[in-house]
C-alpha cells in the first residue's frame, strides 16, 4: 500500500533491541538470537549460561513468552567459544529455564552458521566444533547446490543411568521407566502400557502424562550427572511407540520443561534413547535407527563409538536431520510496557 510508505518508526535508543533468526527442525522451532545482547560474563558455557540466569533472564521470559514467543517457543543464545579450538558457543532456553543439550537446535544452528558464512569452512562436509552446556559437540553440514542440505552431529557421551524402574503416579498407576542421558537426562515410557497414542490429538492426554511422571520421579529418585552438578537433573519424559511407515523404528515423543511438546524427534532424547538400545543388546555400533515425532517428521540417530564415562558404558551418538529458515525478527523491549518481560498462558 502506498501509506505504508510513510512508516519510518524506528525504537528510540534507550530501548533494547534484539535481532533473530527463526529456524525449525523437524517442526521444533528456534529463535536465535543473533544481534544485541549485552555481554555474558564466564569462562565456561555453564558459568555463562548461569550468568544470564541471574542477570538477564527477563530476555529469556521476553522472547521465549508472550506477546513475543508461546508456551511451547524454544531458543539459543549464541556466545563466544570457551575452548581453545571452538568455533562457536551456545546455550539453550525454553518456557521453563535452561536445558542442557538440545539436538534439533544444534541441526539448525550448524546450518545457520556454515550457510551464511558467519563462519567460513570449505569442502562439501564442512564441520562446526561447538561449546554448549554439556560439552563439545561436532556439528557436520552436507552442502548440496550451495546450502546445507542436512546436518549431522556428533553428541557428548550418552548413557543408561536406570533401568526397569516403577513408580506409583496419580491418576496414570504404576508406571515403568528408565532414564538414560542424551546431553540431557530423560524418563523412557512405553506409551503403549498407558495406552496413549503418539499423535496430535493425543497432546493434552500426553503434556498431562509426561508432566506427571516428571513430577513423580523428581521427588523420589536423585539424578546425578557424573561430572557437572548443573547437568544433574530430570529435563523430560519420552513416550516411545511403534511406527507405521516402513523404514521407521519407532515414534517418539518428549514432554519437556513446562509442559512443553516437541515438535521433532528431539534429538538429545534419541541419543538417550540410542544409549538405552545399545544397553539392552538391540543396537549395535556403526547401526543407525530412523525416528519419528508425532507430526511424523524424522532423525536418524546412529552409534558412532563405544566409550566410557565416569563410572558409566557410554556410546557416542551421531544425529541427522534437516533444518529450515522461517524468517528474522527484530524485537523491542519498552521500559514503560507493563508486560515487558513476558507472560504464560498454557
Request: charged share 20%.
Amino acid at each position: 500500500m502506498k501509506m505504508l510508505q510513510n512508516l519510518h518508526w524506528k525504537p528510540p535508543s534507550d530501548w533494547l533491541t534484539l535481532k533473530t533468526i527463526e529456524m525449525h527442525t523437524a517442526g521444533e522451532p528456534l529463535r536465535i538470537i543473533v544481534n544485541g545482547l549485552p555481554e555474558i560474563k564466564g569462562g565456561t558455557i555453564l558459568e555463562k549460561r548461569r550468568y544470564f540466569m541471574e542477570n538477564l533472564d527477563f530476555i529469556r521470559t521476553g522472547t521465549m513468552w508472550e506477546p513475543r514467543g508461546h508456551a511451547d517457543m524454544y531458543g539459543a543464545v549464541i556466545t563466544e567459544p570457551v575452548t581453545a579450538d571452538g568455533n562457536i558457543g551456545v546455550f539453550f532456553m525454553h518456557n521453563e529455564g535452561y536445558s542442557t543439550m538440545c539436538g534439533h537446535a544444534i541441526i539448525a544452528l550448524t546450518k545457520l552458521v556454515l550457510e551464511t558464512g558467519i563462519i567460513k569452512k570449505s569442502g562439501k562436509e564442512p564441520e562446526l566444533l561447538i561449546d554448549g552446556p554439556a560439552g563439545r559437540v561436532v556439528g557436520k553440514g552436507f552442502v548440496k547446490s550451495g546450502i546445507i542440505d542436512k546436518v549431522a552431529f556428533l553428541n557428548v557421551p550418552s548413557f543408561v543411568l536406570m533401568e526397569n524402574k516403577e513408580i506409583f503416579v496419580e491418576d496414570l498407576g504404576i508406571i515403568r521407566f528408565d532414564i538414560a542421558y542424551g546431553g540431557a537426562f530423560y524418563a523412557l515410557v512405553e506409551a503403549d502400557r498407558l495406552k496413549l497414542s503418539l499423535h496430535t490429538e493425543e497432546a493434552s492426554s500426553l503434556i498431562s502424562a509426561g508432566r506427571k511422571i516428571k513430577s513423580a520421579i523428581i521427588k523420589d529418585f536423585h539424578i546425578d550427572h557424573p561430572f557437572e552438578t548443573d547437568l544433574g537433573f530430570l529435563y523430560g519424559t519420552i513416550f516411545t511407540g511403534k511406527s507405521n511407515k516402513p523404514g521407521i523404528h519407532s515414534r517418539n515423543v518428549c514432554i519437556f520443561a513446562d509442559g512443553e511438546l516437541d515438535r521433532s524427534p528431539t534429538g538429545s532424547g534419541i541419543s538417550a534413547r540410542a544409549a538405552l538400545h545399545y544397553h539392552k543388546g538391540d543396537l549395535m555400533p556403526g547401526e543407525s535407527i530412523t525416528i519419528e515425532s508425532i507430526i511424523g517428521t524424522t532423525m536418524d540417530v546412529k552409534i558412532q563409538a563405544v566409550t566410557k564415562y565416569g563410572p558409566y558404558q557410554a556410546i557416542i551418538p551421531e544425529v541427522s536431520g534437516v533444518a529450515y529458515f522461517t524468517g528474522s525478527s527484530i524485537f523491542t523491549f519498552d521500559p514503560d510496557d507493563p508486560l515487558n518481560q513476558g507472560f504464560l498462558i498454557h
